[in-house]
């Protein structure tokens, strides 16, 4: 039986494409459909030039005798295109069958990894099959992977995100690159949305995603000491201009800081700001520039910082000021 083994391990052969059964232990789940096609069409000019790995299992059937199979280790995506090429033999090398379960899984791993086509979403679940179906370590997945601890602990972060992220990173959509600064809001769900739907919208590099991710650790601190009018205002920017605005007020006066990411993003900024103004000079409590109301100036003069109770005050009489706040002036 060794000799065989030995036999099968150091030979090739012909096998019918139909008897290679698919490796339950795939790691990749998602094939590109044009990528098999183009591969498809090479096979037929020039046929498969590397062998698929296969185990060979003896199937005894009652009355008839046995019957071979071939399971595969490795090379899926060569036997996808091969069924596409309509092919009916492709070249095999011949594992022992007595492969463990855990050998074939590793080779299909390191196989796809050393090919370097796996996304980072079906890695981090071949990781966690190995985790726990074979209670490895991550050290010990990063040994047999060439890789470090870290690395390992790190992919299998990314099946902390949430479906939807998930999706996006399969459908390339995200980067690898992106889920680390969407995994640093894992505890800020709404912010890891926003961020997610910036990356996505607004085509964010990784870098700046970690810019915001790291600003976003640091105005959780910030929010702390923020007045709740300005929180409030700070909402309504966002909200109306459809991205980050921060307020950082100062001893005398302020910031307004607005985030953008290219001079398309800039444009809107501009456009939506602008239609605000028009809209505001429009309605009948419309407020005029400082340059026209006396009593603004002198407060902006002597820096001294505004709310809406001394605009309101200072800027209409008693009977205005109560036709403002009056429930006819306000509708649903």
């Known amino acids: 039986m060794d000799n065989d083994n030995r036999y099968y391990s150091n030979s090739i052969f012909w ?53 071979v199979d071939y399971e595969l280790i490795s090379g899926e995506r060569r ?3 091969a069924r596409i090429a309509k092919v009916a033999q492709v070249p095999v090398v011949i594992r022992s069958h ?77 980067s690898d690159g992106h889920t680390r600064p969407l995994l640093m809001l894992a505890d800020k769900p709404e912010e890891q949305l926003v961020l997610f739907k910036e990356i996505v919208d607004k085509k964010m590099t990784v870098r700046e995603a970690e810019a915001v991710s790291r600003r976003v650790a640091v105005e959780r601190a910030r929010k702390q000491n923020l007045p709740p009018e300005l929180l409030n205002l700070e909402k309504e920017l ?30 809107h900024l501009v456009t939506a700001i602008a239609a605000r103004q028009a809209h505001a000079a429009d309605m009948p409590n419309y407020l005029p520039p400082p340059s026209d109301t006396p009593v603004l100036d002198s407060m902006v003069a002597n820096d001294a910082p505004l709310t809406i109770e001394e605009v309101v005050t200072d800027t209409l009489t008693p009977k205005e000021e109560e036709d403002l706040y009056s429930m006819k002036n306000f509708s649903v």
């Open 238 to 267: 966002t909200e109306t201009l459809g991205t980050r605005v921060r307020i950082e007020p100062r001893e005398k006066g302020g910031k307004v800081l607005i985030d953008f990411f290219s001079s398309e993003d800039l444009a």
């Open 79 to 81: 036997l996808r295109a």
């Open 15 to 67: 096998v019918e494409v139909e008897r290679i059964k698919p490796n339950p232990y795939q790691p990749r789940k998602t094939f590109d459909e044009s990528n098999l096609n183009s591969l498809a069409e090479s096979i037929r000019q020039y046929g498969v030039l590397q062998p698929l790995v296969v185990t060979r299992q003896e199937i005894e059937i009652p009355g008839e005798g046995i019957r």
């Open 98 to 174: 007595e492969e463990s379960d855990k050998m074939k899984l590793e080779l299909a791993i390191i196989e796809n990894l050393q090919r370097e086509d796996l996304n980072a979403l079906d890695r981090a679940k071949a990781f966690r099959q190995l985790v726990e179906s074979f209670n490895l370590t991550h050290a010990e997945v990063g040994r047999r992977m060439g890789k470090s601890r870290e690395y390992v602990s790190n992919t299998l972060r990314i099946l902390l995100l949430p479906e939807e992220m998930q999706q996006a990173l399969v459908d390339g959509r995200i």
